[in-house]
């Protein structure tokens, strides 16, 4: 009787944690925007002869975003001469948030996020400047935070003579989605 009783407890526990257990071990990506004194801004409108987002199968594809400042304009010039690395990487973040509000507005739930599976990020910089990669690091570091190994991703970082509206960076992302 007793190893019975054992059993049923330990289903029991294991149920619990599956479920209650793992929600609160496992904040959903809402909560982690949260924690981070985040809010998603609002997607801003497409600028030229595109759509912002394409479904194919599971797969989600988020077209560039370019950052923009606290009064909404677009930030503008070049890393290594306007902006530094640092400012440049938040110009990246800054992308990020802004194609996580897309994604958001697409899928409804972000918990519907199975893998963001690539990042391309392109840089406008100097001839001489060669930290693409750490300028983008803005954006990969967030999405990490954010979904944690979901966010961990594939990537290109690109340096680029110029980008629309004289942008930093531009940031695009493909991400997989789960059926609902």
Same mark, same amino acid.
């Given at each position: 009787m007793i190893p019975s009783l054992?059993?049923?407890l330990f289903c029991i526990g294991a149920a619990w944690w599956l479920t209650a257990g793992a929600?609160?071990?496992? &904040?959903?990506?809402e909560a982690k925007l949260a924690?981070? *004194?985040?809010?998603?801004?609002? =997607?801003?409108?497409?600028?030229?002869?595109?759509? &912002? =987002?394409?479904?194919? *199968?599971n797969l989600v594809f988020l077209a560039g975003q370019i950052a923009r400042g606290a009064d909404g304009k677009f930030l503008a010039g070049k890393v290594g001469r306007d902006f530094t690395e640092a400012q *440049?990487? @938040?110009?990246a973040r800054t992308c990020a948030l802004q194609l996580i509000a897309a994604l958001k507005a697409e899928v409804g739930d972000l918990a519907r996020v199975k893998r963001i599976v690539k990042l391309t990020g392109f840089v406008n910089c100097t001839d001489d400047f060669t930290a693409q990669p750490k300028v983008i690091n803005g954006a990969s570091d967030l999405l990490v935070a954010v979904f944690g190994e979901k966010g961990r991703h594939a990537r290109a970082a690109v340096g680029v003579n110029a980008l629309p509206a *004289?942008?930093? =960076? @531009?940031? @695009?992302l493909i991400a997989e989605i789960a059926t609902p």
């Open positions: 054992a059993l049923r929600a609160e071990t496992h &904040p959903s990506p924690a981070l *004194g985040l809010a998603l801004p609002s =997607v801003p409108p497409v600028i030229a002869n595109y759509v &912002p =987002v394409v479904r194919s *199968g *440049g990487a @938040e110009a *004289g942008a930093p =960076v @531009e940031i @695009e």
